[in-house]
């Protein structure tokens, strides 16, 4: 960023923001620079990147000032999206530091020992006319169309909880069935029960993952005792959101209740549905008409977005190059070099025209 | 075991055996040292330190010569009752080596490491006329019914094995539920599919246990791209195990079928029911009628131990005392210290009674 000309500033939570000279008015691109455990190396990094050099350019140009920002945790390590929900106040940093990752470390630890931030301020978004964030699209529809932009006219809602079945460790030999209290059956009949009910409301574009499942004590002669679990479900519509909420924390007390366990929750996160800016999404459309006659679509993001957060401060709007054969998070994640050539080039373009 | 004038070997798999001067045939007690996760102060250590004693009571009152052993790894790091399934020949040396723990490390390398008894060699069977094991009894059943002494009949037989469910790890936003290739999806299908067949032929002393499971990479926002687990099911009939390894091999295969999994098998482990000696069963049933007269009672063990391996070489039989509420491997397994007494002193009227 400072070979950019940029000034850069940490905020307190470890957003990254590289500052254009002067205080005028200015747009700010970017997306995250962190990923998933083997995630692939692409993914947030690419709209940093890319905003980087548009920024980069338009000085060595004399275009228009662009601001560049890098959040920090958007994978949630310690919720989705930590440090764009704590720029954009949709979460308190009092609230954040309680926040703890599956090890049970604490954000206030985790930054405490980040000297570099944790005396600096919050950038003020006053400064920004609004946020462009170029992203992978992590999807398969424009490698499977043969597209090279996609143009974002909303993002899904996202909900997120951490459970706990809890029952009885205890010996797997002498332990008739019909006594245990078995924490991973629980786990393994909450599943299928969600499943089922989860059939009968869903669209085909509603998603829900149970990513992370830890047995206590993990071993194959004993009761599990303990499973701690998430889930996680998304959807563009917050009506459907909140009822998959309701058959989640119901069907985790009756499965409790059925098979002598306790059923605890915490750590909830929410981010409603958003919808991108009329004005900033027909300028991306029109660069990429552009650069890639033909070769664009409109398309809502099924990944939930750093942007997602930001609306609440200034209009947003998301530009997406292609994921070769839809894989994110994983080694194998990629794109054609001459997408995100083409990515930076509309990229570009729709500045220009913003400004 | 030197303290008490016995001459320590121990063997190439690191069974620690102490042997009495001479070359007398002789009466071998003892059990295991190891335990589980979590496990309790009890266990295998009771039946190694009970027969500890006798022998060092033997040898000062001037009784019958007794062994003593602490089998290796009876608790399954690297398979159930790894040491005394080498020593009783059920498993070759070369086998036991390729056996690996949850965290891939084998045998072999485990071993390597302990030179003090790689070089050494097996103590031979022939030495030993009988096996007695005292242990806690890890069920519910001595201490509902307020006895302290339990005679052993017979031993469950048990089989365990390890699968592997393997997918597509991908982006939990951006990947449709019906492309999805979700392995922790497939283990909570497997898993109620296995109950459901499993209710129509087991009895209500069979038992199954899904004890170990990893979900890789284990992330809130990734579909899950692999889950290693276990399963080990018990009964004392060997025909109703065969059947459960029928089910459990073939729902696998059918539930990867259907889910776009992969399943994969290792490391499969079977130990037939046992029946103890009926003339040791004797003895302590003597022993436990003089000690605690109608405070004893016969019973099968659910658990597996090491006298079901040490029954292919010599006549075995086994003694349990109380464990408080049943509980056993957890930090809350306990035994009053007056029936441990009692088990001991049961124990040593056996052996003068035996030889």
């Not at 932009?149 to 909880?161: F, M, T, Y």
């Not at 951490?162 to 460790?169: E, L, M, P, T």
């Not at 010996?171 to 599943?191: E, N, V, Y």
Request: with cysteine.
């Amino acid at each position: 960023m400072e070979a950019a000309g940029l000034t850069v500033q940490i905020d307190p939570v470890g957003n990254v923001f590289g500052l254009p000279p002067g205080d005028e008015t200015c747009l700010l691109i970017g997306s995250h620079s962190d990923s998933q455990p083997e995630g692939g190396w692409l993914d947030g990094a690419y709209g940093v990147i890319a905003g980087l050099e548009v920024a980069r350019a338009a000085a060595e140009a004399g275009g228009p000032p662009i601001a560049v920002v890098s959040f920090q945790d958007e994978e949630g390590r310690f919720g989705p999206l930590t440090g764009s929900r704590v720029w954009s106040k949709a979460l308190s940093l009092a609230d954040a530091d309680k926040l703890t990752d599956t090890s049970g470390q604490s954000l206030a630890d985790a930054r405490g020992g980040a000297p570099e931030f944790c005396g600096s301020s919050f950038v003020s978004p006053d400064r920004f006319c609004g946020f462009i964030e170029p992203h992978i699209e992590q999807g398969p529809d424009l490698d499977a169309h043969d597209q090279t932009i996609g143009v974002v006219d909303g993002i899904v809602g996202i909900r997120s909880e951490f459970y706990r079945f809890k029952g009885q460790q205890n010996h797997a030999g002498t332990t008739p069935m019909a006594l245990r209290r078995d924490a991973f059956q629980g786990l393994a009949r909450f599943t299928n029960d969600i499943n089922r009910q989860f059939a009968d409301i869903v669209t085909p574009a509603t998603v829900w993952t149970i990513g992370h499942a830890v047995l206590h004590p993990n071993a194959v002669s004993i009761i599990p005792g303990c499973v701690d679990f998430s889930v996680q479900w998304r959807d563009a519509d917050d009506a459907r959101l909140d009822r998959m909420t309701e058959i989640i924390r119901e069907t985790g007390v009756r499965v409790a209740e059925g098979s002598g366990l306790e059923f605890e929750r915490s750590a909830f996160a929410s981010i409603s549905p958003t919808r991108t800016d009329q004005r900033l999404m027909e300028r991306i459309a029109a660069g990429a008409q552009q650069k890639a006659p033909g070769k664009w679509r409109h398309m809502p993001s099924g990944a939930l977005h750093d942007a997602a957060n930001v609306a609440r401060l200034m209009p947003v709007a998301m530009l997406f190059v292609p994921s070769i054969n839809g894989i994110s998070h994983d080694f194998a994640e990629d794109t054609a070099v001459e997408d995100l050539i083409v990515g930076a080039e509309v990229l570009a373009g729709s500045v220009c025209e913003v400004l």
